[in-house]
């Protein structure tokens, strides 16, 4: 039997937060491998080609910040990047770095097991997607998962969806040689921010589009446009990155444009002045829009008004607008959708609405969809029903750490993190963006750059200083958990169903997952835990 190769470093994933963490470490000497059950690279951005698909932050926040090199090569088309060009983003990023040599490809991490003794992770992969028993093994020092936060989709939990005798195609895992929709009876379940991308775009080529709702959201506009040069030059790509250093959502937001005041200390018309300005400016911004939009009280309500006023005045039928309208949650308690022509979508002919509230779906059958009022004929199905979000990508890896504890087990009643970047009993175990972090509640891309340096200088120290394993402690792990409880607790998201807190999976422990305490605090507090030496950690000398 041959010997299993040994590294330095073991990345999980080569989705942006691999492909960063790949050079970094690569520039101080350690062995690395990358390793990604996708034929690609590019993660989130490989997986989800759906029609529509874009980001809903804007391009120039979204492009790494670590190479003005790349900065001066490549330019954005869109305010909101396309999946196609984020992806080709990444795929030069992979070129540029020469960073494909140290990835292995349509390969998928199975386990990963501590050995206490040897002080390193073994860990064991087996072709992805291929029906077979092959497995191989790499023993690295350190391994960390990059694995992202949605990129395990949700089991499906629809009566008889495997039943359709027709394609059922999933927004997470779309054909990469795309779908024709032409002249065909579609229908599309889910209506979070992959529904309402992608509703537009099908039901301009569908026959006829049938969009089951049972949760209607809040959609804000993304007011969408061409970029220009001046609009990414480096100055403007400067400051916007530096002014999103200091929001607490990692988005610049043009800086001074946050209000830091509580709308219930101005008057109702400058509240409402002040909602509409953000509305016309489009994206993410609104539930910036004042200090209180994100707590229970009437500022929360009057967003959620002057949305459903939005509503009603862009659908001509009275009955589907109300039916759109979002009652059953208070304004941003689920992730706010962005869109492009979501509403005016269902002002179309070919478009009808139906709404599993009234009308629950009692089983997906070979011809269609059955509801408690009828049977609708489809000739395609479209799954749009979200994500094992924060922890599925991590527990479908059977993570084991000192003494053989596992994950799963430990993560039974939800995720307990130190920073999410480490987990007490995981020695030398890093998870990027992983649950108790800013990650999904922030820009991405600039929490995945700050984990990464993080962890990159952390390795370092370490090497620097003798010192074999580094492990959370559990007070440290404790009291960092009982804070991320702790600033959530007034918020309306900690307290609604949503992903955040794992109630959109049958059965997942209801947590909030997610740090919502702020970009700068969360940094603050990182940087000051490696400056004390690790603080709420135990390192243990070669
Ligand atoms: O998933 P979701 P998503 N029967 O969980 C419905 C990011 N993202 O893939 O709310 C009927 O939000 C479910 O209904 P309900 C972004 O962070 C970003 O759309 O559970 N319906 C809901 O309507 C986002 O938040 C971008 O009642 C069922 C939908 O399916 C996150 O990914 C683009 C059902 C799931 O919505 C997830 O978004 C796309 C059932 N059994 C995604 N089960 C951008 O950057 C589920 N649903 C713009």
């Not at 910040?65 to 954005?76: C, G, I, K, V």
């Not at 979000?389 to 084991?400: E, H, K, P, S, V």
């Not at 947590?511 to 950690?537: L, N, S």
Request: one cysteine or more.
């Amino acid at each position: 039997m041959t010997e299993p190769d040994t590294i330095d470093v073991l990345v999980v994933g080569a989705g942006y937060a691999g492909l960063y963490l790949l050079h970094r470490l690569r520039a101080h000497g350690l062995s690395v491998r990358v390793v990604e059950a996708g034929d690609g690279v590019g993660g989130t951005w490989y997986w989800n080609r759906y029609p529509g698909a874009r980001c809903d932050v804007e391009s120039v926040e979204y492009g790494y910040s670590f190479s003005a090199e790349l900065d001066s090569e490549w330019s954005w088309n869109e305010r909101y990047s396309t999946q196609p060009q984020i992806l080709a983003y990444l795929n030069r990023v992979a070129d540029r770095f020469d960073l494909r040599r140290d990835i292995q490809l349509n390969t998928r991490v199975v386990a990963a097991h501590y050995d206490d003794a040897g002080r390193s992770w073994r860990v064991r992969t087996e072709p992805a997607g291929a029906d077979s028993d092959e497995h191989a093994e790499l023993v690295a020092r350190f391994c960390v998962m990059a694995t992202g936060c949605l990129s395990k989709p949700k089991t499906p939990d629809i009566p008889g969806v495997g039943s359709f005798a027709g394609p059922t195609y999933s927004t997470s895992r779309w054909p990469h040689e795309g779908v024709d929709f032409t002249g065909q009876r579609v229908g599309i379940i889910g209506t979070g921010s992959s529904g309402v991308q992608s509703i537009p775009v099908i039901a301009e080529q569908a026959a006829r589009l049938h969009v089951f709702q049972r949760t209607a959201n809040y959609v804000v506009p993304a007011h969408n446009r061409e970029l220009t040069n001046a609009d990414q030059g480096p100055e403007e790509l400067a400051e916007r990155r530096s002014s999103a250093l200091n929001t607490r959502s990692g988005l610049a937001f043009d800086g001074g444009e946050l209000n830091e005041r509580a709308a219930t200390e101005v008057s109702e018309e400058e509240r409402e002045r002040e909602f509409e300005r953000l509305w016309r400016k489009g994206g993410l911004t609104m539930l910036l829009a004042f200090t209180d939009v994100g707590t229970e009280g009437p500022t929360n309500e009057a967003a959620a008004e002057f949305v459903h006023r939005k509503i009603r005045e862009k659908v001509r039928d009275p009955k589907v607008a109300e039916t759109l309208v979002p009652r059953d949650h208070p304004f941003g308690a689920k992730r706010l959708c962005v869109d492009t022509g979501y509403y005016e979508t269902f002002n179309r002919d070919n478009v009808t609405l139906v709404n599993l509230r009234e009308t629950p779906i009692e089983q997906v059958i070979p011809t269609g969809v059955r509801t408690t009022a009828e049977h609708i004929e489809l000739d395609a199905l479209v799954l749009a029903t979200g994500f094992d979000a924060m922890t599925g990508a991590l527990t479908a890896i059977d993570i084991r750490g000192s003494g053989g504890a596992r994950l799963r087990q430990q993560w039974a009643n939800g995720p307990s993190t130190y920073l999410g970047l480490a987990v007490a009993g995981f020695p030398n175990l890093f998870t990027i963006t992983g649950p108790g972090s800013p990650s999904v509640l922030s820009n991405m891309r600039l929490s995945i750059e700050q984990h990464v340096d993080w962890i990159t200088d952390c390795i370092r120290y370490l090497d620097e200083h003798d010192i074999a394993s580094i492990e959370a402690t559990e007070a440290a792990q404790d009291s960092w958990v009982a804070h991320v409880a702790e600033v959530a607790e007034p918020t309306v998201v900690a307290h609604a169903n949503n992903w955040y807190v794992g109630s959109n999976v049958p059965g997942k422990p209801r947590v909030f997952m997610p740090y919502i305490g702020g970009v700068p605090v969360y940094r603050e507090t990182c940087e000051q835990v490696a400056k004390d030496g690790y603080q709420g950690f135990v390192l243990t000398s070669a």
